[in-house]
């Protein structure tokens, strides 16, 4: 299994990234995006299930959208509005039924500077 992210990048404070992450040939049931800012835990951002269920952070809510495609096997997620705060790295995330470990893509520096 393989989860492929890209984007993120350098954004100014109000301004707008967009994350994507592309999986290998794996039926998921869950996918999504968590980020580590430095010296904090990681923290779940948006998930969203494969029928269409979505949660989002509170801190997110409002800013942020994520969208899924089954067909392509990908997840992406939109982020308006940055602030500061959202500065961290971004993982993909992927839960495969009945599993209970998820699988992670590599992570992705999203960084938003005033």
């Known amino acids: 299994v393989q989860l492929q992210a890209s984007g993120g990048g350098l954004a100014q404070v109000g301004g707008s990234l967009r994350l994507s992450c592309a999986a290998s040939g794996v039926v998921f049931l869950n996918m999504g995006w968590y980020r580590q800012a430095p010296g904090k835990e990681r923290e779940m951002v948006a998930t969203v299930t494969r029928n269409g269920y ?11 959208t994520i969208s ?12 308006d509005s940055l602030r ?9 995330y992927a839960l495969r039924y009945g599993r209970t470990t998820p699988n992670w893509g590599q992570g992705t520096q999203v960084t938003v500077s005033s």
């Open 54 to 64: 979505i949660n989002y952070a509170d801190a997110v809510k409002g800013r942020f």
């Open 84 to 92: 500061p705060e959202d500065t961290g790295v971004y993982y993909c």
């Open 68 to 79: 899924r495609d089954n067909a392509e096997n990908t997840v992406s997620l939109q982020m």
